[in-house]
C-alpha cells in the first residue's frame, strides 16, 4: 500500500441469501488510475461496484478511501464503515461520481439539464443562481452538449446526450473517484465511440481515478490502465490492461478474449 | 532533436536472466507452446541489438516480454529505470505503465491506437506523458513528422485511413519522439520506400549514438547492417532444439 493509495479494497464480499455475489476481492486504486472490472452479466462485478460505492452494504472485508484533506481533517486511508451517514453521503455527492449504466437511473427526469447538472452544487448550498447557470452551462459544453438545450428535460434528449449529461452532472463538484457502471452499453456504435473518447480525454484531463465495469473489452483496452476479470463473484486475473488482454492466463480470460469478434 | 537523455556508452540498461515463455492454451485441452528457455541477455547504452533466427523463434515475444505486455514463465526482465532496476516479471501495473513512459518505448510492427484521434496528438502524447507543456510537444511532433516527410496535410486526420507506410512512420515518430533509455523496434522500415527507410535508418542511428539502448527485429539486411552494433540469436534458447544441437 502506497503512501498516495486512494482506496483501498481488503477481502470484500456480499451475500444474497446463501450465495456469495462477490468475495474475496482485494485491490489498490491510485490517484489518475483506472480500472476496468470486466466478466459476464451475474458475475458479481456490479455488485462489487455497488459495494464500493457504498450503495450496498459489505457482509465481508473493508473500504478505505482516503478523503481530500481540508482544514478540520488530516489526509491518508479511512475505513469507510466508520464515517456517518452524513459524512458518507457527503463524500458521494462531492468526492466521487457514479454513472450509472442507464442515464434515466442517474438522471432527474423531471427536472431541466441545468438543474441536473447543478443540483450537487446547490445540495452543497451558497451558491448564487447566475453563477450555478453559468457552471451549467459550462460542463454541457464540456461533454459537447449545445448550452441552448439547458432548459430542456432530459428527456428530449438522445440516449448518448443523456449520458453526457450526467457524465457532467457527476463531474461538477470535481470529483476524484467516479465509478461507472456500463456506461457506453445502450448506446449506438458510433455514439459509443464518441462517448468513449470524451470520457478518455476527461479522464486524462481531470486526473481522476475511475472504476469502470464493462462486459465490452474493447472499452477497457481504450480507457483502463489495469483490470479485474471476474467469474463467478470472484476475480480469476488481474493485471496491466495489455498484458491481460494479449497474454491472458486463467482459462475464463483466455476464453473471453478468444470470443471477441474482430471488425 | 531530443536533447535530455544520454547515458555513458558502457552502462547496461537491459538486463534479462533466465527468461522463459510458454503459452498454456486452457481452452485447447491445456496445450502448451513453448517459445524459448534460459534466456540471458544484456545490452548497453550505445547498443542497437538485432533479434535474429528464424520467424517463430519467438522474437517479437521477446520484444514483449521486454515490454512488459507478455508475462515471462519464468526468470526476470530488468530494465534500468531512473536511477534503479526495474523487473517487469514483477512489476505492478503502474510501475509498468511508468516504465513506459520515461524508460522504454516500443515501435511495434503495425500502429495500434485509439482509432479517432488526430496524428498530432498522436505523436505528441508521449512528450506531453512527460510533462511537456502541449505548444512545445507539438512543436516537437511537427518537426518530427516533417523530417518523416509525412505530408502535411495528414497530420490533423487521425491515421487509421493512412496508407501502410504513412502508418508506420507514424508509429516511428511516436516510438522515437521522446529520448527514452532503451527503444523496442519490431520490424520499423517493413512497409516503406526506399527513401523513408533512410530517414528512418537516420533516426535510429541518431538514438543510438545519444546512448539508448536498442533491440530490434529488422528482415531487411541493408537496414540491419545500417543500424546494428551486433546479433542476438533466439535459436540456441528453443525449447525443441535437440540435445545435439545443445552441445555444440
Known sequence: MNDDTLLSVRGVGKRFGARWACRDVSFDLHPGEVLAVVG???????????????RLALDEGSVHYSPRPDGSSPGGLRDLASLSEARQRLLSRTEWGFVDQHPRDGLRMAVSAGANVAERLMLLGGEHYGRLRATARDWMSRVELAEDRIDDLPSRFSGGMQQRLQIARNLVTGPRLVFMDEPTSGLDVSVQARLLDLLRSLVDDLGLACIVVTHDLAVARLLAHR????????????????????????????????????? | MNPGFCQSPTQTLVRVRGLGKTFVLHNRDGVELPVFSGLDMEVAAGECVVLSGPSGCGKSSLMRCLYGNYAPSAGTVELRHGADWLDLSAASPREVIDA??????????????????????????????????????????????????????????????????????????RGLIAPRPVLLL???????????????????????D??????????????????????????????DRTLEEAAS
Do not use: C
Open chain 2, 186 to 208: 519490431d520490424e520499423p522500415t517493413a512497409s516503406l520506400d526506399a527513401g523513408n527507410r533512410q530517414i528512418v535508418v537516420d533516426l535510429i542511428g541518431r538514438a543510438r
Open chain 1, 227 to 263: 483490470m479485474l476479470v471476474m467469474k463467478d463473484g470472484a476475480v480469476v486475473e488481474a493485471g496491466l490492461t495489455d498484458r491481460v488482454l494479449d497474454d491472458p492466463h486463467h482459462p475464463y480470460t483466455q476464453l473471453l478474449v478468444s470470443s471477441v469478434l474482430m471488425p
Open chain 2, 100 to 173: 513506459r513512459r520515461r524508460s522504454v518505448g516500443y515501435v511495434s510492427q503495425f500502429l495500434r491506437v485509439i482509432p479517432r484521434i488526430p496524428t498530432l496528438d498522436l505523436v505528441a502524447e508521449p512528450l506531453r506523458r512527460l510533462g511537456l507543456a502541449r505548444t512545445l510537444a507539438d512543436q516537437q511532433a511537427r518537426e518530427l513528422l516533417e523530417r518523416l516527410a509525412l505530408p502535411e496535410r495528414l497530420w490533423h486526420l487521425p491515421p487509421a485511413t493512412f496508407s501502410g507506410g504513412e502508418q508506420q512512420r507514424v508509429n516511428v515518430a
Open chain 1, 40 to 54: 459476464e452479466s451475474g458475475s458479481g462485478k456490479t455488485t462489487l461496484l455497488n459495494l464500493l460505492a457504498l
Open chain 2, 210 to 239: 545519444r546512448g539508448a539502448a536498442i533491440i530490434g527485429i529488422f528482415h531487411d539486411a541493408e537496414v540491419r547492417d545500417a543500424v546494428a552494433t551486433r546479433s542476438f540469436d533466439l535459436g540456441p534458447y528453443r525449447p
